[in-house]
């Protein structure tokens, strides 16, 4: 029978570990590439707490979440508000090179009355090596 401060030291690491790997990750991965460098060293690791620790991670607000419009969601290390790029071709991510636009939302909100809590934007096209 496992003890509860077993279980959470067990989540506690597996969390790290996920965490770990994603900031490894310089190449905006989606879920199932950490789930593969990670099985790889730990096959103890189950895809389901993974998926469940990037989940928490984002929310937690220690990695960045990137919806993928017609795409695997991605993740990133680099949680400082910036862009992406999504290459039609190869369907690599890219971090923009440009200020962060940070009156944007207010923007938004005085022009339509919505109460912006955050927002994505990813570019899509070709990259310089799919061109």
Not at 29 to 49: Q, W
């Amino acid at each position: 029978m496992r003890e509860h401060g077993e279980t959470k030291n067990r989540n506690t690491l597996q969390r790290r570990l996920v965490l770990e790997t994603v900031r490894s990750m310089h190449d905006h991965p989606d879920a199932e590439s950490i789930y593969a460098k990670i099985s790889r060293e730990n096959p103890l690791v189950s895809k389901a707490t993974v998926y469940r620790n990037l989940k928490l991670l984002a929310k937690q607000g220690q990695i960045l979440h990137i919806p993928i419009p017609d795409g695997a969601d991605c993740f990133d290390f680099n949680i400082a508000p910036h862009y992406h790029l999504k290459c039609r071709g190869c369907s690599g991510v890219f971090d923009v090179d440009l200020p962060y636009q940070t009156d944007l939302c207010s923007r938004v909100e005085e022009n339509h009355g919505f109460v912006i809590e955050g927002h994505q934007i990813v570019f899509s096209g070709l990259c310089p090596e799919c061109q």
